[in-house]
């Protein structure tokens, strides 16, 4: 749903959210019942057999820390929510959280379809936002983005899905 307002537009996504977790946080139970099975294993197994579990540990360690950093990258894909979009910047609030997101003067905005693509100007995605009930939404966003005016006269426009 669109709204123009004085200062830009509120836009609310209903796009579905997807679950975080990738598998992720049962990886962490495992290796936590992993260090505890090392740390068992250091004072009952002989020391060939703890270093060698140790070693497990670490490498299973480094993988975790690895689908971690993975999975950070990743979370500047927005899907719902509801964006206050003004000229250069916008809010996403969803779930009592409030995500600020302030675009620079090099930064290339594109609409393909129902999903914007905020670039840098080194080619690195800073966001996307996806879950427009249409493709002129989206294309209302980046024009406010990109600081384009819409005035009273632009406020009735209606937002129909086809």
């Known amino acids: 749903m669109l709204q ?10 209903s796009g579905k959210t997807g679950g975080q977790g990738n598998g992720v946080f049962w990886f962490a139970v495992a290796l936590l019942a992993g260090a505890l099975a090392v740390a068992m294993a250091m004072s009952l197994l ?27 990258g990743v979370q500047n894909h927005i899907t719902s929510g509801l964006l206050k979009v003004q000229p250069g910047q916008f809010v996403h609030n969803q779930f009592g959280k409030t995500q600020h997101i302030t675009l620079a003067a090099d930064d290339t905005i594109e609409v393909v379809d129902t999903l914007l693509t905020i670039t840098t100007v080194d080619g690195d995605t800073k966001c996307q936002v996806s ?4 493709q002129k939404e989206a294309q209302v966003m980046q024009a406010i983005l990109q600081g384009q005016k819409f005035g009273k006269r632009n406020a009735n426009i209606k937002m129909q899905s086809s």
């Open 46 to 72: 002989p020391e060939r057999l703890a270093i060698g579990a140790l070693g497990l540990l670490i490498i299973g360690s480094y993988v975790f820390n690895r689908l971690r950093e993975r999975q950070k």
């Open 4 to 13: 123009v307002t004085d200062k830009g537009a509120n836009i609310t996504l």
């Open 131 to 134: 879950g427009f009930d249409s």
